[in-house]
Protein backbone atom coordinates (compact mmCIF):
# COMPACT_ATOMS: atom_id res chain seq x y z
CA UNK A 1 0.00 0.00 0.00
CA UNK A 2 1.41 3.45 -0.97
CA UNK A 3 2.09 6.39 1.91
CA UNK A 4 -0.83 8.21 0.74
CA UNK A 5 -3.27 5.36 0.69
CA UNK A 6 -5.98 4.02 3.15
CA UNK A 7 -4.93 3.44 6.79
CA UNK A 8 -6.83 2.70 9.57
CA UNK A 9 -4.21 4.24 11.78
CA UNK A 10 -3.62 7.09 10.02
CA UNK A 11 -5.52 10.41 10.15
CA UNK A 12 -7.37 11.86 6.97
CA UNK A 13 -5.72 13.71 4.81
CA UNK A 14 -6.77 17.64 4.47
CA UNK A 15 -8.33 18.63 1.52
CA UNK A 16 -8.89 21.96 0.60
CA UNK A 17 -12.12 23.31 -1.39
CA UNK A 18 -12.18 22.77 -4.51
CA UNK A 19 -10.84 25.94 -6.80
CA UNK A 20 -14.42 26.70 -9.03
CA UNK A 21 -14.38 28.34 -12.74
CA UNK A 22 -16.70 31.02 -13.15
CA UNK A 23 -20.17 30.21 -13.13
CA UNK A 24 -19.79 26.87 -11.81
CA UNK A 25 -20.93 25.44 -8.73
CA UNK A 26 -20.13 22.14 -6.30
CA UNK A 27 -22.23 19.23 -7.14
CA UNK A 28 -21.31 15.47 -5.31
CA UNK A 29 -19.84 14.32 -8.72
CA UNK A 30 -17.91 17.07 -8.73
CA UNK A 31 -16.81 16.38 -5.02
CA UNK A 32 -16.00 12.63 -5.86
CA UNK A 33 -14.21 13.74 -9.21
CA UNK A 34 -11.80 16.64 -7.89
CA UNK A 35 -11.88 16.89 -3.93
CA UNK A 36 -12.31 13.46 -2.76
CA UNK A 37 -10.46 11.16 -5.47
CA UNK A 38 -7.65 11.04 -2.92
CA UNK A 39 -6.23 7.40 -2.54
CA UNK A 40 -7.19 7.48 1.22
CA UNK A 41 -10.85 7.71 0.61
CA UNK A 42 -10.88 5.37 -2.99
CA UNK A 43 -9.36 2.66 -1.01
CA UNK A 44 -11.42 3.06 2.37
CA UNK A 45 -15.10 3.41 -0.32
CA UNK A 46 -13.95 0.88 -3.06
CA UNK A 47 -13.85 3.77 -5.60
CA UNK A 48 -17.05 5.28 -3.66
CA UNK A 49 -18.53 2.01 -5.29
CA UNK A 50 -18.81 0.10 -1.25
CA UNK A 51 -19.76 3.46 0.05
CA UNK A 52 -21.66 5.69 -2.02
CA UNK A 53 -20.71 9.65 -1.83
CA UNK A 54 -24.54 10.33 -2.82
CA UNK A 55 -26.04 9.12 0.68
CA UNK A 56 -22.67 10.56 2.46
CA UNK A 57 -23.71 13.94 1.35
CA UNK A 58 -27.15 14.00 1.61
CA UNK A 59 -26.77 12.67 5.50
CA UNK A 60 -24.79 15.62 6.03
CA UNK A 61 -26.68 17.96 4.37
CA UNK A 62 -29.84 16.28 6.97
CA UNK A 63 -28.19 17.12 10.21
CA UNK A 64 -26.81 20.60 8.35
CA UNK A 65 -30.83 21.52 8.16
CA UNK A 66 -31.42 20.13 11.51
CA UNK A 67 -29.00 22.39 12.92
CA UNK A 68 -29.78 25.50 10.85
CA UNK A 69 -33.40 25.71 11.93
CA UNK A 70 -32.03 25.64 16.01
CA UNK A 71 -30.40 28.62 15.25
CA UNK A 72 -32.16 30.57 12.57
CA UNK A 73 -33.41 32.99 14.89
CA UNK A 74 -30.40 33.97 15.99
CA UNK A 75 -28.47 34.84 12.87
CA UNK A 76 -28.83 38.24 11.47
CA UNK A 77 -31.35 38.62 8.63
CA UNK A 78 -29.40 41.14 6.58
CA UNK A 79 -26.64 38.10 5.81
CA UNK A 80 -27.64 36.01 3.11
CA UNK A 81 -25.56 33.27 3.23
CA UNK A 82 -24.52 31.04 6.49
CA UNK A 83 -21.06 30.87 5.51
CA UNK A 84 -21.17 34.79 6.08
CA UNK A 85 -22.60 34.75 9.39
CA UNK A 86 -20.48 35.60 12.78
CA UNK A 87 -17.94 33.07 14.27
CA UNK A 88 -19.41 32.73 17.12
CA UNK A 89 -23.23 31.27 15.50
CA UNK A 90 -21.41 29.09 13.35
CA UNK A 91 -18.87 27.21 15.98
CA UNK A 92 -21.98 27.25 17.95
CA UNK A 93 -24.08 25.57 14.92
CA UNK A 94 -21.09 23.28 14.29
CA UNK A 95 -21.62 21.70 17.77
CA UNK A 96 -25.60 21.28 17.01
CA UNK A 97 -24.66 19.97 14.09
CA UNK A 98 -22.19 17.38 15.59
CA UNK A 99 -24.98 16.43 18.07
CA UNK A 100 -27.76 15.68 15.43
CA UNK A 101 -25.13 13.16 13.60
CA UNK A 102 -24.36 11.35 16.84
CA UNK A 103 -27.73 11.14 17.23
CA UNK A 104 -28.13 9.47 13.87
CA UNK A 105 -24.97 7.21 13.90
CA UNK A 106 -26.18 4.26 16.06
CA UNK A 107 -28.63 3.42 13.32
CA UNK A 108 -25.15 3.76 10.41
CA UNK A 109 -22.99 1.07 9.99
CA UNK A 110 -19.21 1.44 11.52
CA UNK A 111 -17.93 1.56 7.94
CA UNK A 112 -20.35 4.83 6.63
CA UNK A 113 -20.28 6.63 9.87
CA UNK A 114 -16.73 6.68 9.64
CA UNK A 115 -16.59 7.93 6.21
CA UNK A 116 -18.46 10.97 6.94
CA UNK A 117 -16.50 11.93 10.02
CA UNK A 118 -13.14 11.14 8.16
CA UNK A 119 -14.53 13.68 5.16
CA UNK A 120 -15.44 16.24 8.07
CA UNK A 121 -12.51 15.75 9.55
CA UNK A 122 -10.16 16.39 6.39
CA UNK A 123 -11.91 19.70 5.46
CA UNK A 124 -11.88 20.96 8.97
CA UNK A 125 -8.99 23.08 8.07
CA UNK A 126 -9.05 25.12 10.94
CA UNK A 127 -5.73 27.26 10.10
CA UNK A 128 -6.80 28.22 6.58
CA UNK A 129 -9.71 31.20 6.34
CA UNK A 130 -10.91 30.22 2.76
CA UNK A 131 -11.06 26.65 3.54
CA UNK A 132 -12.30 26.47 7.00
CA UNK A 133 -15.10 23.33 7.46
CA UNK A 134 -15.97 24.04 3.91
CA UNK A 135 -17.46 20.72 3.21
CA UNK A 136 -19.87 21.21 6.10
CA UNK A 137 -20.33 25.21 5.63
CA UNK A 138 -21.23 24.38 1.67
CA UNK A 139 -23.91 21.87 2.91
CA UNK A 140 -25.13 24.65 5.17
CA UNK A 141 -25.48 26.93 2.20
CA UNK A 142 -27.19 24.27 0.06
CA UNK A 143 -29.62 23.28 2.81
CA UNK A 144 -30.28 27.19 3.70
CA UNK A 145 -31.05 28.10 -0.35
CA UNK A 146 -33.45 24.81 -0.13
CA UNK A 147 -35.60 25.82 2.49
CA UNK A 148 -35.47 29.44 1.09
CA UNK A 149 -37.29 28.03 -1.83
CA UNK A 150 -39.59 25.83 -0.35
CA UNK A 151 -40.51 28.95 1.79
CA UNK A 152 -41.06 31.54 -1.23
CA UNK A 153 -43.29 28.78 -2.88
CA UNK A 154 -45.33 28.09 0.13
CA UNK A 155 -45.68 32.48 0.49
CA UNK A 156 -47.07 32.00 -3.49
CA UNK A 157 -49.27 29.58 -2.78
CA UNK A 158 -50.60 31.69 0.28
CA UNK A 159 -51.00 34.49 -2.48
CA UNK A 160 -53.01 32.19 -4.71
CA UNK A 161 -55.09 30.48 -2.39
CA UNK A 162 -55.70 33.18 -0.01
CA UNK A 163 -55.24 30.97 3.02
CA UNK A 164 -52.22 29.42 4.62
CA UNK A 165 -51.35 25.53 3.02
CA UNK A 166 -50.04 23.38 5.75
CA UNK A 167 -47.94 20.04 5.26
CA UNK A 168 -45.14 22.22 3.59
CA UNK A 169 -41.86 20.43 4.14
CA UNK A 170 -38.22 20.07 2.69
CA UNK A 171 -37.69 17.58 0.65
CA UNK A 172 -37.26 13.94 1.26
CA UNK A 173 -33.07 14.90 1.33
CA UNK A 174 -33.19 16.73 3.94
CA UNK A 175 -35.78 15.94 6.79
CA UNK A 176 -36.12 18.86 9.00
CA UNK A 177 -34.93 19.11 13.14
CA UNK A 178 -38.39 17.06 14.05
CA UNK A 179 -36.85 13.66 12.42
CA UNK A 180 -33.52 13.78 14.67
CA UNK A 181 -34.63 12.05 18.00
CA UNK A 182 -33.05 11.96 21.52
CA UNK A 183 -34.04 8.32 22.34
CA UNK A 184 -30.74 6.31 21.37
CA UNK A 185 -28.97 5.83 24.08
CA UNK A 186 -26.47 7.71 25.22
CA UNK A 187 -23.90 5.33 25.67
CA UNK A 188 -24.35 3.96 22.39
CA UNK A 189 -23.55 7.41 20.90
CA UNK A 190 -20.65 8.10 22.89
CA UNK A 191 -18.95 4.42 21.47
CA UNK A 192 -19.80 5.61 18.23
CA UNK A 193 -18.09 9.04 18.47
CA UNK A 194 -14.40 8.93 16.69
CA UNK A 195 -11.72 12.12 16.30
CA UNK A 196 -14.15 14.79 15.61
CA UNK A 197 -14.88 15.27 18.81
CA UNK A 198 -15.93 19.24 19.94
CA UNK A 199 -12.60 19.34 21.09
CA UNK A 200 -11.06 18.75 17.89
CA UNK A 201 -13.11 21.86 17.01
Not at 162 to 186: I, L, M, Q, R
Request: proline share 6%; glycine share 4%; charged share 30%.
Amino acid sequence: MSESSYDPSRRPPAISKPKLKEGQSVTHQMLEDTAFNHPYYLEKTGNWLNVKIGPILRTIKECSQSALLEVEADMDPYIKRFSDQGEPLQQRTYEIFLQRLDALSVDMSDEFYSVITDMLYSTLNLTSRRDKRWLWLWAMNERQKALQKLRQKKLQRVGDQGEPVDGDSPSTDAPGEDSFGSSDPEDSVQRRRRHLSIADC
